[in-house]
DNA sequence: ATCGCATATCGTAAATATACGATAAAGAAT
DNA sequence: ATTCTTTATCGTATATTTACGATATGCGAT
């Protein structure tokens, strides 16, 4: 996926395919299912349930929040992160529209 | 994404993120919007409405079919495909729940 | 000023994805 | 048998993803 891809498809379809894309791995779902309905979580928290590393974790939620999926917000020495509720919604639709 | 994947997490996180992998491409969305509903096309209409080469969309074919969103009949001497109705269901529920 | 905690970023290795042109394969038609 | 049409597969190049350990950063506490 290049990033000149709006000049051959849909801003639709490049719109669902980046938030699919970022839903396409088990570890990310994991920590969008966390991070559902109000709770927020600590990183900490997160990369205590997920089976893998730490600066992995990190890399797996750098992209949900640049895909808009989630925000982070400081709260030192720690970083609160939820769902970015616009977002979900937007992804929530194109998923619902896909589907039918 | 390795194989050995479902020892680190559950099956349903699992599967959502093979789906939701196989949707993360533009061109591969437009292959399953082209044959959503009761349609189905033929490989080639989909080559012509794509901006990829042909052996680039049999590529992204195969990928669907791998992950049993859609399946192709043979009808010499094309191939007709269509989406795979139980599997597309099964996705469409685990995405429902996903999103509440 | 230094230490400790939580998180991000860097460097890097290995695997996977994307794309293309060329070629193979299957079967219908001549 | 040869040719044509349609689609899959091969070979290959490049880019992206995933993962880790090590290191940097930001900031409160000592």
Chains 1, 2 share one sequence.
Request: charged fraction near 25%; charge should be negative.
């Amino acid at each position: 996926m290049s990033n000149t891809d709006s000049d051959k498809y849909s801003e639709e379809n490049v719109q669902l395919a980046r938030f699919a894309k970022a839903m396409g791995h088990p570890a990310r779902l994991m920590i969008l299912r966390m991070l559902g309905g109000e709770s927020c979580c600590f990183c900490g928290d997160i990369v205590q349930d997920l089976p893998i590393a730490q600066s992995t974790v990190s890399q797996h939620l750098k992209e949900l929040k640049d895909v808009g999926l989630i925000q982070g917000e400081i709260n030192p020495p720690k970083i609160r992160y939820c769902i970015n509720k616009d977002n979900w919604q937007i992804a929530k639709t194109l998923m619902d529209d896909f589907f039918e």
